[in-house]
């Protein structure tokens, strides 16, 4: 059975610093593209960061320069930090998870509010 389970979502101020975690269970992690996505209220749920099996990594435009994804292939456990958060990076923050047959997985969410 494929677990994602996101942590580390907070309320926090602009200008402001948060890491998220994602560990994984049930999936060789070592083969699979790990990514982050969210979606805010009323909104579409949109791509934040990818990394890929052999650590490439792939960014969406709003969060490039402040967010960096990362994975520990030992932990089964991939991260996003964000750093310089806006109001706008307010969302609930998914995990997914994609392998060699394009299968994608996803988390529950955890939610992230920036405010003051």
């Known amino acids: 059975q494929v677990q994602l389970v996101e942590s580390g979502g907070d309320l926090v101020q602009p200008g402001g610093s948060l890491k998220l975690s994602c560990a994984a269970s049930?999936?060789?992690?070592?083969?699979?593209?790990m990514g982050w996505y969210r979606q805010a209220p009323g909104k579409q749920r949109s791509l934040v960061a990818t990394?890929?099996?052999?650590?490439?990594?792939n960014y969406a435009d709003s969060v490039k320069g402040r967010f960096a994804i990362s994975r520990d292939n030992a932990k089964n456990t991939q991260y996003l930090q964000m750093n310089s958060l806006k109001p706008e990076d307010t969302a609930v923050y998914y995990c997914?998870?994609?392998?060699?047959?394009?299968?994608?997985?996803w988390g529950k969410g955890t939610l992230v509010t920036v405010s003051s």
């Open positions: 997914t998870a994609v392998g060699p047959s394009s299968l994608r997985y």
């Open positions: 049930g999936i060789r992690f070592t083969v699979y593209e």
């Open positions: 990394v890929t099996s052999d650590n490439s990594t």
